[in-house]
């Protein structure tokens, strides 16, 4: 997956997300795939992150690969 396509899932992800939490009560299922979207996201973005920093130092971004969800979660904002 190139920046471009992580970024259009990512995007996606978003807009999903949007849609969910704009329809009011949720169900249990709508709760649990909120949280999916969270974590993919998450790690979307990690992702990405890996993929510039591995750029700017002369690294093949493409050797960059999604981190576990647990990890990228427990990360500190």
């Known amino acids: 997956m190139d920046d471009s396509?992580?970024?259009?899932?990512?995007?996606a992800l978003v807009e999903?997300?949007?849609?969910?939490?704009?329809?009011?009560e949720h169900t249990d299922e709508q709760r649990?795939?909120?949280?999916?979207i969270e974590e993919d996201r998450d790690q979307l973005w990690d992702l990405i992150r890996q993929?510039?920093?591995?750029?700017?130092?002369?690294?093949?971004p493409d050797?960059?690969?999604?981190?576990?969800?647990?990890?990228v979660?427990?990360?500190l904002q």
């Open 63 to 71: 050797e960059a690969s999604p981190r576990p969800e647990q990890q």
């Open 73 to 75: 979660e427990g990360y």
């Open 5 to 11: 396509e992580i970024r259009g899932r990512i995007e």
């Open 32 to 36: 649990a795939r909120l949280r999916q």
């Open 51 to 60: 993929r510039d920093a591995k750029r700017q130092y002369g690294e093949d």
């Open 16 to 24: 999903e997300e949007r849609r969910l939490r704009d329809s009011g």
